[in-house]
C-alpha cells in the first residue's frame, strides 16, 4: 500500500497476473485485503488467487462505485419485493447485475464470498435467488450444476435431510 500521497492505494493480482489498482478504502470492503494489510507485513499487492481477471475486474468496479459513488443498500429480508428489481432500488446496481449471463453471476458470486465482500455476496446471491424462484428440482439442479443422484443416495438423502423433502 502506497503512503507517499494522500490516497493510500492497493493493488490486487488475479489468479492469471493481472493487477487492478484501487483506493485502499474500497479495497478493504473486502476482509481478504483488510486482513492482508492488518498482519503488519509490508504487502505489496494481494493475490487474489481464485479469481480470474476478467471477474476481479468487475469486483474492483463495484468496490470502487460503493465506496466513491453511493454504499449499496443492505437488501432487506425477509425480501420486500417478487423480483431483483423491485428490492434493488439503486439504479447502478441493477444495471450492474443486469444482462450478466449465468456463469458471470456464479464467478461474481464466487469471488464475493472468497475475497470476503458481503453486499457484493447479498447482491449476487439475490439475483441466483431470483434466478430459481419458480423452477422445479430438475431445473435448479442444472442451474446449479448439481450431479443426478443414484436411487440409493436419493433415498439415503430423504432419509437424513427429511425436511427438505417435506411438502409444505
Known amino acids: 500500500m502506497s503512503t507517499d500521497t494522500d490516497e493510500e492505494i492497493v493493488i490486487l493480482r488475479s489468479k492469471d497476473g493481472r493487477e487492478f489498482t484501487l483506493s485502499a478504502e474500497a479495497a478493504r470492503l473486502s476482509t481478504v485485503v483488510d486482513e492482508a494489510y492488518n498482519d503488519g507485513d509490508e504487502v505489496d499487492a494481494v493475490d487474489i488467487l481464485r479469481v480470474s481477471a476478467d471477474t476481479l475486474e468487475q469486483v474492483v468496479q463495484f468496490l470502487e462505485y460503493h465506496h466513491q459513488m453511493e454504499a449499496m443498500n443492505e437488501i432487506p429480508t425477509p425480501l420486500n419485493g417478487t423480483n431483483f428489481a423491485e428490492i434493488v432500488s439503486q439504479s447502478w446496481y441493477r444495471s450492474f447485475m443486469e444482462g450478466k449471463d449465468r456463469e458471470t453471476v456464479f464467478d461474481l458470486l464466487t469471488a464475493a464470498n472468497y475475497m470476503g465482500i458481503k453486499p457484493l455476496l447479498d447482491l449476487t446471491c439475490l439475483k441466483v435467488t431470483f434466478e430459481l424462484t419458480g423452477k422445479n428440482a430438475e431445473e435448479i439442479r442444472e442451474i446449479l450444476n ?15 435431510h427429511k425436511w427438505i423433502f417435506e411438502d409444505n
Open 146 to 160: 448439481l450431479p443426478v443422484l443414484t436411487p440409493e443416495e436419493e433415498a439415503t438423502a430423504r432419509q437424513e
